[in-house]
């Protein structure tokens, strides 16, 4: 059988079935970019390979997935963590014109060749740990200009690295100046005249929004879910990081991708998000970095069957993290999650957080030819290390 590449004497992490998929002694053959076969060197079938690698024993899980960041942004906000390690409040700061304010003033004044340029050195310390699909939300530009701009930005990210650029709209990420006190307004706006553009440019992937008592409230939340579907693009959620506005049921009744943070979520939403099939995208960086205590109900999911996807969250305000070998690592030491499902958390669930299960996410025949390629001697060295890349080799759609 003709293939492209070859990968032998490999030990294979599949991620295919309900544990790690392991197999011991196996090969990876790709054609144009897809996989063709994965699994046992005995009784695969003869392969007549234009390329072959010797993995010497080395893992291969599926190419990592960052379901969840905000990667394209103007400035950042370190001097804002000064701030408050010297005391003062997040209200304080804000005030003083900082917090998202100053992230969307930075974001408009930028150009697309420098959002481009500040994403990049973010992006290739994703890739360098195997990162083969992350996930861009708009969200800091907060008017139809500024959020096409970083929409562009991170589609261009695709176009100068070899990864999966999926991207969301999230206009509906805070209130800009120019709607101040009329929150409905601006809803009516993006439903009216934000989303539709941004639908027809075909710029957003997905359509996301930031329910909470500082952000947007259910009525407001379901009003731009239902503008969404009307265009044809799923939805996911920022739901239930701070209080529990019962988001994450009401993304789950309108079929949502993904309902993402999740520290307050309640049984309720647990119950909904099981039955709708929708992910929880859990976000340790951000509830470490905000010194959270609540923690996401962890058991509650596990024992309903939801699924479980971890992510960077990377942004500038709340989580500035681009490694997402660490956030396996903090999923499992703050969140307790299991090897396993730390694995299958970057891989098969993050996957299906962004509507690719068919594609991505796991060893199988006919799915992308994504691969990470470790010098590990066990899959649980990815979870346990930390500041540490054991990364040997990423392939990208075979190459």
């Not at 998202?100 to 360098?128: N, Y």
């Not at 530009?141 to 261009?156: F, H, N, P, T, V």
């Amino acid at each position: 059988m003709r293939c492209d590449r070859l990968w032998k004497h490999a030990r294979l992490a599949t991620m295919a079935g309900e544990g790690l998929g392991l197999v011991e002694n196996g090969l990876v053959a790709s054609q144009d970019g897809a996989i063709l076969y994965a699994g046992p060197e005995a009784g695969a079938p003869p392969f007549d390979a234009a390329e072959t690698i010797d993995c010497a024993g080395r893992w291969i899980t599926p190419g990592l997935i960052d379901c969840h960041t905000h990667l394209v942004f103007g400035a950042d906000r370190s001097r804002e963590f000064e701030l408050r390690l010297e005391g003062a409040s997040y209200e304080e700061i804000a005030r003083a014109g900082g917090g998202i304010v100053s992230t969307m003033k930075a974001t408009r004044a930028a150009s697309e060749d420098e959002l481009v340029a500040s994403a990049l050195p973010r992006l290739d310390a994703l890739i360098s740990e195997g990162v083969t699909t992350v996930e861009v939300k708009s969200g800091y530009g907060l008017d139809l200009a500024s959020e096409l701009k970083m929409l562009r930005a991170a589609r261009r990210l695709g176009e100068l690295r070899p990864v999966r650029i999926v991207t969301t709209f999230l206009g509906a990420h805070a209130l800009p100046p120019e709607f101040a006190g009329d929150a409905e307004g601006y809803i009516d706006h993006i439903c009216e005249v934000m989303l539709p553009t941004v639908a027809q440019a075909g710029l957003a992937d997905a359509v996301d929004a930031f329910c909470e008592g500082i952000g947007f409230s259910p009525e407001q939340t379901e009003r731009l879910f239902i503008a969404a579907k009307a265009h044809g693009l799923p939805v996911k959620l920022h739901a239930e990081q701070l209080s529990n506005l019962h988001g994450s049921a009401l993304a789950a009744r309108h079929g949502a991708l993904s309902a993402d943070h999740l520290e307050h979520l309640d049984s309720e939403g647990v119950a909904a998000m099981a039955a709708s099939g929708t992910v929880a995208t859990l976000l340790p960086g951000a509830y470490y970095f905000c010194r959270e205590t609540v923690l996401p109900p962890v058991a509650a999911l596990r024992a309903a069957g939801v699924p479980i996807a971890l992510a960077t969250d990377c942004n500038p305000g709340t989580s500035p993290l681009t490694s997402l070998l660490l956030a396996m690592n903090m999923g499992a030491t703050l969140f307790r999650l299991t090897v396993p499902e730390c694995l299958a958390a970057v891989t098969r669930n993050a996957a299906q957080a962004l509507g690719l299960s068919h594609r991505l996410g796991t060893l199988d025949p006919g799915k992308a030819c994504d691969l990470a390629i470790w010098d590990i001697e066990r899959p649980a060295d990815l979870v346990y290390r930390m500041g540490f890349n054991p990364l040997h080799a990423r392939i990208w759609s075979g190459q």
